[in-house]
């Protein structure tokens, strides 16, 4: 059977500041993005439903981790997220999300429109 990606896009607006990075950076100050990322899943069409997925219930499995850990949240304060790089933010989100998405291949994370990272889980 053929394999097929779908993806679906999220945001949420959040303050951070990256502590690690040296004194006088820009990014050590407090600072706001609208962040967006994509979420890929990866599988086989089910021969029945026409679709690998329903983007309605993949909505409803993320839409909650935005709601309760992300959207108009500071960061730093979210367990796992005290160096809230792009790196970081794309890591947390698929320990967040694999348990509950088994076809999750991939996270595309942008803090701007021209500044992301692509995080395909461990290997």
Same mark, same amino acid.
């Given at each position: ?6 993806? &679906? *896009? ?10 690690? #990075? ?11 993005h609208s962040f967006r990322f994509a979420v890929y899943l990866k599988g086989q069409i089910d021969p029945h439903t026409g679709w690998i997925m329903d983007f309605?219930? /993949?909505?409803?499995? #993320? &839409?909650?981790?935005? !709601?309760?850990?992300? !959207?108009?949240? #500071?960061?730093? !304060? ?5 160096? %809230? ?11 967040? /999300?694999?348990?509950? /998405? %088994?076809?999750? !291949?991939?996270? *595309?994370?942008?803090? *701007?429109? *021209?500044?992301?990272? #692509? ?5």
């Amino acid at each position: 059977m053929e394999e097929i990606e779908l993806s &679906k *896009t999220f945001g949420f607006e959040a303050a951070h500041f990256l502590p690690n #990075v040296p004194d006088g950076h820009k990014c050590k100050r407090m600072h706001g993005h609208s962040f967006r990322f994509a979420v890929y899943l990866k599988g086989q069409i089910d021969p029945h439903t026409g679709w690998i997925m329903d983007f309605g219930e /993949l909505k409803s499995i #993320v &839409k909650p981790i935005l !709601d309760e850990h992300l !959207d108009h949240f #500071v960061l730093n !304060d979210v367990p796992g997220l005290q160096n %809230p790089t792009s790196e970081n933010i794309a890591v947390w989100l698929w320990n967040q /999300l694999k348990p509950k /998405l %088994p076809l999750l !291949d991939k996270i *595309t994370l942008y803090e *701007t429109c *021209t500044s992301s990272c #692509v995080y395909r889980g461990p290997k």
